[in-house]
Structure formats: structure tokens, C-alpha cells
């Protein structure tokens, strides 16, 4: 049984840094494509940052380029996000999702597997 467990999310101020983990588990992700999503309160769920578990390519979303930067380490099954200089307009939800035909899409649709999120609020 495929698992993504998020972690590391929190309250912080504007300025802040957080790390995301994503621990996957119940398979190998060889071939995958991982994704990170956010939902603020009442809007839709979003793409944030992926990265192709094989190459390590990475891709972003143009609101947090240069801001987050997603990674991945083979030997504990994990992906993370790292969040630099937050906003408040970066709350919401996170999610770690995984697509296992590798395709690095920015849509929700294209993932099969989703974590339960991890919540991240940023004050002002």
C-alpha cells in the first residue's frame, strides 16, 4: 500500500523558512514524478514545486520560483520542500502527491497518490 506522510509544517512569521518531508513508503518510486500542492481556505488546490524521482529534474510554479526549492534523497524514501522567505498569501495546506507515470504535470488530475497535507500558516 503506497503511503505519503507529510511533515514539518507550522505556524511562522513573514520572513520565516520551513522544510516540508514527505516520507513515501509501500513501493519503489523509480519512474515517478513527485508533486507538492497547496490549498489556501476556500480556494483551489494548487501546484507548487515537483521533481522526477529518477533525473532529480526539478519544476516550479512561476509564484514560488526562486522562493521554494524541492529535493529528494534516494536513502530515506523522502522528498522535501524547502520555503524561504514567507509570505502570508504562502498559507495553506500542503500536500505531497506522487504520479506514477513520471510526467511532471502541474495538475492535480495527473497524481495518484496524495498525502493527508500538513498545515503551514504565516502571520504578518
Known amino acids: 500500500q503506497v503511503q505519503l506522510v507529510e511533515s514539518g509544517g507550522g505556524l511562522v512569521q513573514a520572513g520565516d523558512s520551513l522544510r516540508l518531508s514527505c516520507a513515501v513508503s509501500?513501493?519503489?518510486?523509480?519512474?515517478?514524478?513527485m508533486g507538492w500542492f497547496r490549498q489556501a481556505l476556500g480556494k483551489e488546490r494548487e501546484f507548487v514545486a515537483g521533481i522526477r524521482w529518477n533525473s532529480g529534474t526539478t519544476y516550479y510554479s512561476d509564484s514560488v520560483k526562486g522562493q521554494f526549492t524541492v529535493s529528494r534523497e534516494y536513502a530515506k524514501n523522502t522528498v522535501y520542500l524547502e520555503m524561504n522567505s514567507l509570505k502570508p498569501e504562502d498559507t495553506g495546506v500542503y500536500y505531497c502527491?506522487?504520479?506514477?507515470?513520471?510526467?511532471?504535470?502541474?495538475?492535480?488530475?495527473?497524481?495518484?497518490?496524495w498525502g493527508q497535507g500538513t498545515q503551514v500558516t504565516v502571520s504578518s
Open positions: 502527491a506522487a504520479d506514477r507515470y513520471g510526467l511532471g504535470a502541474r495538475s492535480s488530475r495527473s497524481y495518484d497518490y
Open positions: 509501500g513501493r519503489t518510486f523509480s519512474g515517478y514524478a
